[in-house]
């Protein structure tokens, strides 16, 4: 499975499609990896507008 990040909303998926945002804007050249459970428990998410617990990019190409 190829996993891809989301361009638009940075969460890593191996669907076509983004589960967070619907988004089909993928791309396999990302850097970083931020694992979130508790969105609204954690600083990092909040700064990154994190909303749904997943895993996210730090930066997507």
């Known amino acids: 499975m190829v996993e891809r990040a989301c361009r638009d909303c940075k969460m890593i998926t ?13 791309s396999r ?17 909040k700064i990154m507008g994190i909303k749904k617990p997943g895993s996210y990019a730090l930066r997507v190409r």
């Open 29 to 45: 050249d990302f850097s970083g990896i931020i694992i979130v459970l508790d969105p609204e428990g954690s600083e990092a998410a």
């Open 14 to 26: 191996t669907k076509s499609r983004c589960p967070n945002c619907g988004s089909d804007r993928l």
